[in-house]
């Protein structure tokens, strides 16, 4: 039973444009989401990350959207660069009863590429 | 300055064999994990621990053993080595903090079984 669904697969974006990567999570325990950046040869790299209590989260170029009554929440890269080609996990993790972080669990992963 | 680090980082070795990888921390953190990740991509949480629980995926054959020197460290040694064991095997340490926990990864070990 996959607990994190991610699409697309894959996504090509124009230079400039938006890029949108969507999950949906099944396990109401979940309280903390994070997408992870990871090129290739790399281990993954914390992007951004939010907590349910808020919808939207944005740091530079990255926002997040969470709607936590549609248990989905999503990516937006907005001005895509070259640069930003890699791949993309979304990910959920639940607070232990004694008060621990457990383990992520991560969709498939979202291959982007930018086109110059 | 690394933060996670990881050794080694590429990994060749027969069936039937029993290898370690080591997985240091400088962050202080106090709980590390180790993950693996197929020839797909799909990553999967194998252990998270910290000084009060091991916590193992079900999934994982007992052939994984993590073992912990101390608190900077998570060793991952697995025995009578398979060819389904060939991946990436990444460790990741983090740190409970006003209810985040931001998980940092290290470089991997690519480990390929002949």
């Known amino acids: 039973q996959q607990q994190v669904k991610q699409s697309p697969q894959s996504l090509i974006v124009q230079k400039g444009g938006i890029s949108i990567i969507n999950c949906a999570y099944e396990?109401?325990?979940?309280?903390?989401f994070p997408w992870y950046q990871q090129f290739p040869g790399k281990g993954p790299a914390l992007l951004i990350a939010i907590r349910p209590d808020v919808s939207e989260k944005k740091e530079g170029r990255f926002t997040i959207s969470f709607n936590k009554s549609a248990k989905q929440f999503s990516l937006h890269i907005m001005d895509s660069q070259p640069g930003d080609s890699a791949t993309y996990f979304c990910a959920a993790s639940m607070t232990l009863t004694g008060g621990g972080a457990d383990g992520l669990t991560f969709g498939k992963g979202t291959h982007l590429i930018i086109q110059p | 300055d690394t933060a996670v680090s990881q050794t080694p980082k590429y990994l060749v070795t027969q069936m039937g064999n029993d290898k370690s990888i080591k997985c240091e921390q400088n962050?202080?953190?106090?709980?590390m994990y180790w993950y693996k990740q197929d020839s797909k991509k799909f990553l999967k949480i194998m252990f998270s621990y910290n000084n009060k629980e091991l916590i193992i995926n079900e999934t994982v054959p007992n052939r994984f053993s993590p073992k912990s020197p101390d608190k900077a460290h998570l060793n991952l040694h697995i025995n009578s080595l398979e060819l389904g064991d060939s991946a990436v095997y990444f460790c990741a340490s983090s740190q409970m903090f006003q209810g985040r926990s931001e998980q940092y990864f290290g470089p991997g070990t690519r480990l390929t079984v002949t």
């Open positions: 962050l202080g953190h106090d709980t």
């Open positions: 396990n109401t325990a979940f309280d903390y």
